[in-house]
């Protein structure tokens, strides 16, 4: 019961705002910046079903991907076949691009890389949804998206406080 309702809230949220209408022209990105919610997941996989591309972008260090990749995988986000093509960048630091997940590395600056990465792309998305699951708003890959013409609309994922007991 307490899924449905986040999830209700969530889309509720999301309706709220006034959320773009996802089609084959739009990317969707989930900006993961630690522990993953899963209930996350039912977003993401309904976006899977609309969107041109559908992937994961984070600034974690380059020794978490695999951690990253068995948590997206435990909890039923797959991005393989939703991922556009494997971008080719040159950066101050190195990035990786595994498993539909592009690895920037806290010591690249995140809408840079994310620009960079759209300008030298091939096919140049209608529009662009960022699911945030930080605790932090940030609006700076939205600046660089207006910059290049590109809509972006950045939407924050709800948690709900959870406790564990550690008896």
């Known amino acids: 019961m307490a899924k449905i309702l986040s999830l209700f809230i969530l889309f509720a949220s999301l309706c709220a705002e006034d959320l773009p209408i996802v089609d084959c022209e739009t ?16 977003v993401v996989q309904k976006f899977q079903h609309s969107a041109g591309a559908v992937f994961g972008l984070t600034a974690l260090q380059p020794p978490v ?35 539909g997940v ?23 998305p209608s529009k662009i949804v960022i699911i945030d699951t930080g605790n932090q708003p940030k609006d700076e890959i939205e600046k660089q998206m207006s910059q290049i013409e590109i809509p972006c609309r950045t939407f924050h994922f709800i948690r709900k406080f959870r406790y564990t007991d550690r008896q």
């Open 27 to 42: 990317w969707v990105v989930l900006d993961i910046e630690g522990a993953i919610d899963p209930e996350v997941a039912p």
């Open 65 to 99: 991907n695999a951690a990253i990749l068995k948590e997206l995988a435990l909890i039923g986000i797959d991005f393989t076949f939703t991922a556009p093509a494997r971008p080719n960048l040159e950066t101050k630091a190195p990035v990786r691009w595994e498993g």
């Open 102 to 124: 592009l690895f920037i590395s806290d010591f690249n600056r995140k809408a840079e890389v994310f620009r960079k990465w759209l300008e030298m792309a091939q096919f140049r």
